[in-house]
C-alpha cells in the first residue's frame, strides 16, 4: 500500500534465530530485509511480526494493546497501512 523503511526488533523464543533486528525496506520495486545494527523502531514478538505479515493483525492495534512497542513515533501507524492489502487473511485448514 505504501513504501517502507523499518527496523523491527524481533523475538522469538522458540527459533531463537530469528531474534534480533531487522531492517525491512520495501516499496513497488521491491523489499529487502536483512539484520541489522540500526536502532529499532518497533519491538515485538515473532508472533506479532506474523500477524502483521498475514493480514490478521495491526502493529498499530498491536500498540494499543501492549504487544508491540513503538521505539519511533509513526512506525507502527507507517507499518500497518504498508503491509495492508484488500484481501482478508483465511485458513481453511484447523491445526
Request: glycine share 12%; with cysteine; proline share 4%.
Amino acid at each position: 500500500a505504501t513504501d517502507v523503511d523499518v527496523v523491527f526488533d524481533v523475538t522469538d523464543n522458540v527459533c531463537d534465530w530469528n531474534s534480533g533486528r531487522w531492517r525491512l525496506q520495501a516499496g513497488p520495486d521491491g523489499a529487502s530485509c536483512t539484520r541489522t545494527d540500526a536502532p529499532a523502531d518497533l519491538a515485538m514478538p515473532v508472533t506479532e511480526l506474523g500477524a502483521g505479515y498475514l493480514g490478521s493483525g495491526s502493529f498499530s492495534v498491536g500498540v494499543r494493546a501492549g504487544r508491540v512497542r513503538e521505539l519511533r513515533e509513526g512506525a507502527a501507524a507507517g507499518a500497518t497501512v504498508a503491509f495492508g492489502h484488500d484481501v482478508a487473511s483465511f485458513c481453511p485448514y484447523i491445526f
